[in-house]
């Protein structure tokens, strides 16, 4: 499909209030979920389970993000967004009836399959119908929304789970999901010129299976298993000769589901390597700040999930300004910026881990928070800019993947750590032992800040296209030829 396949013929502002409504699904549930743990824990049981709560729904979203991408530019981005609702509207109701920790991790997968398309497929549109220039302020928009859902999100959980009604946390999606779906059918309305395409269901199996394994092998070893036991090492290196697998058979597929073409552009790896990174950091302080601080210092789920609302406050404050630093100094150099603040942030909660303060660690990731956002929505930019209509949803779908499997990734990485140390006391969920397991990962969270520093390092310098001028070509309301 090209680009002259395809016109739109919606007026922006109403779009992007839908496109806002949309980013607010995901932006509430990355936050809500966090402080409610040692309530459903509680209630549920499966303290070692946890993590799994992140990691299958970060896994569902990363292995669904290609398809979904590939989809996009082929049938269209509405009917793949509009999808993406119901399922995220589906999983939020199994979870909100949940009657185990293994129905609600199950659950949860439900969720993170709705969510792999509701939030690339929004980024991809709002790519679309805007310049680059544009997208600067338009990034300022959405970044309210999160500015937003960093306040509302930690403390709808908190007041939830302190009135010991945390099913609420799935269950307040749904009017958001119905209100979204409402806005989209309405407002966005793209003439698709549709033509038959050859899903690759080998690749998309193959690469769900693969990552499936890899992750059970780190977050269950040491705790199912031992590190060096068969299984440990069985599906390790089954996932890996999947992987294997899976390249072999994108070289060959008509229409592959995660296009190597884009690993093979310097720009868009180091921004995917990047995304990566990203996605890793985030997940370590959003999954392990507030059980953190209830256990450590013994506060309430409100305090603690106001004081994890300061990453994700700093987040968006920074991205709605990234777009007039790149704009003057460049996507690189705004980007490393961004990696010097994020790395200073983790520093200091990993250095002072020991000594538990509420105030210094919301300083702390708030700090970190202002460094992702001058990161993130920059290189994403960055990758979307510099390529056509045509591939724009596969580029920004495998920068989500990225961001998404880091967080899966990480996630697992992080339970690992924290379960392995946890395991060292007798009474693992004493203060003593939550203050050492957070100890931990928040140096593996420094560590990844570091590594993600040299991804940025490698990223090219790149012009800015369209950012001076409003090409009328690129504008996704003007008529394709």
């Not at 199912?224 to 299984?231: C, K, L, P, S, V």
């Not at 899976?246 to 868009?268: D, H, K, N, Q, T």
């Not at 105030?359 to 928070?369: E, I, K, L, P, T």
Request: aromatic share 8%; glycine share 10%.
């Amino acid at each position: 499909m090209s680009g002259s396949d395809v016109g739109f013929r919606s007026e922006r502002g109403p779009v992007l209030v839908a496109l806002m409504v949309t980013t607010g699904l995901i932006a509430i549930d990355a936050t809500i979920l966090a402080t409610a743990v040692p309530s459903i824990v509680d209630d549920l049981g499966g303290f070692a389970q946890f993590p799994w709560l992140f990691s299958v729904y970060l896994l569902a979203q990363a292995v669904s993000v290609p398809i979904y991408a590939k989809l996009s530019d082929t049938v269209g981005r509405k009917p793949v967004v509009l999808f993406g609702i119901g399922m995220f509207l589906l999983g939020s109701l199994l979870c909100g009836f949940a009657w185990s920790m293994p129905a609600l991790i199950a659950f949860r997968a439900v969720q993170g399959l709705g969510a792999g398309a509701v939030q690339p497929i929004a980024v991809t549109i709002a790519g679309d119908i805007y310049t680059v220039a544009e997208r600067a302020r338009v990034q300022g928009y959405l970044a309210s929304v999160w500015a937003i859902s960093s306040v509302v999100g930690p403390t709808l959980g908190g007041v939830f789970s302190e009135l010991g009604i945390w099913r609420w946390i799935f269950f307040v999606n749904v009017p958001m999901c119905v209100l979204a779906g409402w806005l989209i059918v309405r407002n966005f309305h793209e003439q698709v010129d549709r033509k038959g395409h050859r899903i690759d269901y080998a690749g998309a199996a193959l690469l769900t299976v693969a990552l499936t394994l890899i992750v059970l092998a780190v977050l269950e070893g040491g705790q199912a298993w031992a590190w060096g036991a068969w299984q440990s090492v069985s599906a390790f290196g089954a996932g890996a000769l999947l992987l294997v697998a899976f390249v072999l058979v994108e070289r060959r597929a008509a229409e592959p589901v995660l296009g190597l073409w884009v690993f093979s552009r310097r720009l868009l790896l180091t921004t995917a390597l990047i995304a990566f990174g990203v996605g890793a950091i985030l997940i370590g302080l959003t999954s392990y700040v507030p059980t953190y601080l209830e256990g450590a210092l013994g506060v309430s789920p409100l305090v603690s999930g106001l004081a994890l609302a300061s990453l994700t406050l700093g987040w968006p404050l920074a991205a709605s300004l990234s777009g007039r630093v790149y704009l003057r100094i460049g996507f690189r150099s705004c980007v490393l910026i961004g990696m010097a603040l994020a790395i200073t942030g983790t520093s200091l909660v990993a250095l002072f881990a020991d000594t538990p303060s509420v105030a210094r660690v919301a300083v702390s990731v708030f700090v970190v928070g202002l460094g992702l956002g001058l990161v993130a929505t920059p290189s994403l930019i960055a990758a979307q800019s510099s390529v056509p209509w045509e591939e724009r949803g596969v580029v920004t779908g495998t920068n989500m993947f990225a961001r998404s499997m880091g967080s899966a990734v990480g996630v697992a990485v992080f339970g690992a750590l924290a379960n392995s140390v946890l395991a060292g006391y007798d009474e693992p969920r004493s203060a003593e032992a939550l203050t050492a397991a957070g100890s931990t990962v928040f140096v593996a969270v420094a560590v990844a800040a570091v590594a993600t520093l040299g991804a940025a390092l490698l990223m090219p310098r790149t012009a800015l296209p369209g950012a001076d001028r409003a090409d009328p070509a690129d504008r996704a309301d003007a008529p394709r030829r």
